[in-house]
């Protein structure tokens, strides 16, 4: 699949500047018309901030907001077994929160902010005006969603099945070929800002043994750290040790609708 631009929009002196980061995530996989761009740029109309910690979403409460992150990382996370919860999803900014509540009307898991960033809070039956007024964004969001669902089920074989050193290199390359997808200039060093305690509860580790993991993958020279900062520097031998398939290249428009956005 060819990755389209990113989308832009023009500032008041005319000169061309970057669209949210949301529209550039779709954006690399199909080209947003204007009436595409101003369709999502309404679902960033509620921007606020959002602090270390915030609890965005409470499992069992009314599923009632979805949310772009703009900045920042936020993490679903199980509810508490034998005095420890499992990460079950990163969230990145240009993705958007609760799309897996759409099917429920209770809020499946918590999530809560890891970083300090902005999220654009919308209500969950705008996804209502987007089937309805734009149906190829719909097709796209939905796309997306699926191919977020094939990774999930990537990373599910390799917690259940892999070994520690093929988690960690799936665990690295994922999160930095997501992180392409709206910073394609980002090139192989990029900020992974969780805590070795963090990365543990990912990767169903001891924070003791990612410490040791970190530490191997660095004198190999697979890796570069310079907290909070990692550089891939031998991205290769990471996909063969892991078996990492980057889902997000196989994405499949063929069947997009292409009638326009109904504003």
Known sequence: ?????????????????????????LSRYAELGPDECEFIARMEDSERSAARGETLMTSGHPAEEL?????????????????????????????????????????????????????????????????????????????????????LKDRLAIMGAGTARERMAHFLLDVHERLLFTNPD??????????????????????????????????????QIDRPYVRILRPEELREISQYENRYDDLDETWFPRNPVNL
């Open 1 to 25: 699949m060819q990755r389209m631009t990113r989308a832009f929009t023009k500032d008041t002196s005319g000169r061309a500047t970057s669209a949210s980061c949301f529209a550039s995530r």
């Open 67 to 151: 949310f772009v992150l703009k900045d920042g990382w936020a993490v679903a996370r199980s509810l508490p077994r034998n005095g420890r919860s499992l990460t079950l999803r990163i969230y990145l900014p240009g993705e958007v929160i609760g799309l897996t509540t759409l099917g429920t009307r209770r809020v499946p898991h918590d999530v809560h902010m890891v970083t300090a960033g902005s999220v654009c809070p919308f209500p969950r039956d705008h996804m209502t005006a987007v089937f309805q007024r734009a149906p190829r964004l719909a097709a796209l969001m939905t796309a997306i969603a699926s191919l977020d669902q094939m990774t």
């Open 186 to 223: 980002l090139g192989r060093r990029f900020r992974l800002p969780l805590r070795q305690v963090d990365i543990a509860d990912v990767l169903g580790l001891t924070k003791v043994y990612v410490n040791r993991l970190l530490r191997s993958f660095t004198d190999e020279g697979l890796i």
